[in-house]
C-alpha cells in the first residue's frame, strides 16, 4: 500500500488509538460477534486497539490480524499477549497483496482503513474474493465532515480541514464515512446496512470529555500541525487557535459530536 498513513507510527499515535478503541467499544462493537469455530480476517489491524475487543467478544472465532507495518504487528503481540488473548494470529501484509487462498474466511473486519486508501472499492472487492459465499463483511470508517461543536470556532473548523486535506494528499479520504453503503453496493456485496454512530460528548460525560474529545479527537488534530504548516494550509497562530477552540469544547458549557459509519454485508451465495 503505497499510500502514506497521515497520523504517523509514534508512541503517541498508539496511545491514542488505544484511547479511540477503548472509548468506542460500546457504541462499535456491541453488535458484533462472531460463532464459535469461524475465521475471521481483520484487515489493517495496527497496533491491536480493535482486535483486542473483537477477539474477547467472539472468544471461540479464530482470527487472523494483518497489517502492512511490522513495528504496528510487534506492538499489537505485545498487548495482545499482555491481555492474555489467545485466538488471534497476526501477519504481515499488504491489503492489495494479501497472502490467502479465495474464500479462505467466514468473516471479513475492516476498521478505519478505507480512509488511508487511495482504491477503497479495489480493496473491497479483493476482500470479498477472500470471503466465503455467505459470509459477512463489517466496514468502520469516520467522517471528519460530520464534527461539530460548541461553542463553534471557524479556526477550530480550519484546523480540521488542514487534517481533512492532509490526508487527501496522502491518498485517502477523511470523508469516506458517508460513502460506505455506495461503496459496498458497487463492489457487489448482499444487504449492504449501514448505521451511523454517533459520539456525543457534554460535561455530563466526563470520561467522554477526557478520552475522546481531548484525546482522541483534539490529539489527532494537534498530531498533523507541522505537517499543516510545513504545507502552507494555514498560518501557525491559525492552528494553534483552532487547537484552543476545541479544546474549549471540554468546558462545563461544550457540547462535541462526531459521527461513526458501520457497514455490514454478506458475499452472494452461488445461485447457478
Do not use: W
Not at 498508539?14 to 462499535?28: F, K, P, S, V, Y
Not at 472487492?125 to 463489517?138: E, F, S
Not at 464515512?177 to 461503496?183: I, K
Amino acid at each position: 500500500m503505497s499510500e502514506k498513513y497521515v497520523h504517523g507510527y509514534h508512541p503517541r499515535e498508539n496511545e491514542r488509538l488505544q484511547d479511540q478503541a477503548g472509548t468506542l467499544i460500546g457504541l462499535l462493537h456491541a453488535d458484533t460477534a462472531y460463532p464459535e469455530g469461524s475465521t475471521v480476517l481483520e484487515v489493517g489491524c495496527g497496533v491491536g486497539a480493535q482486535t483486542i475487543p473483537l477477539a474477547q467478544r467472539s472468544a471461540g472465532a479464530r482470527f487472523t490480524s494483518v497489517d502492512v507495518s511490522a513495528d504496528s504487528i510487534a506492538e499489537a503481540e505485545r498487548r495482545i499477549d499482555h491481555a492474555g488473548i489467545t485466538n488471534v494470529e497476526f501477519r504481515r501484509a499488504d491489503i492489495f497483496a494479501l497472502p490467502f487462498d479465495p474464500e479462505s474466511f467466514d468473516h471479513v473486519f475492516v476498521c478505519f482503513v478505507l480512509e488511508h486508501i487511495a482504491r477503497p472499492i479495489d480493496a473491497l472487492a479483493l476482500l470479498g474474493g477472500l470471503l466465503k459465499p455467505g459470509g459477512t463483511i463489517t466496514v468502520i470508517e469516520g467522517d471528519h465532515g460530520s464534527t461539530y461543536f460548541y461553542p463553534d470556532n471557524p479556526a477550530a473548523q480550519a484546523a480540521i480541514r488542514c487534517q481533512v486535506e492532509l490526508q487527501r494528499r496522502a491518498g485517502g479520504n477523511a470523508l469516506i464515512g458517508r460513502q460506505l453503503y455506495p461503496l459496498m453496493v458497487e463492489v457487489g456485496f448482499d444487504a449492504v446496512r449501514v448505521s451511523p454512530r454517533t459520539v456525543y460528548v457534554d460535561s455530563s460525560h466526563p470520561d467522554l470529555v477526557e478520552a475522546f474529545t481531548r484525546r482522541t479527537f483534539t490529539a489527532m488534530i494537534e498530531g498533523v500541525r507541522e505537517q499543516a504548516i510545513s504545507a502552507g494550509l494555514i498560518e501557525p497562530e491559525r492552528f494553534d487557535a483552532g487547537v484552543q477552540g476545541l479544546r474549549r469544547t471540554t468546558e462545563a458549557d461544550g457540547v462535541f459530536c462526531y459521527t461513526f459509519f458501520k457497514g455490514v454485508a454478506k458475499k452472494r451465495r452461488d445461485t447457478s
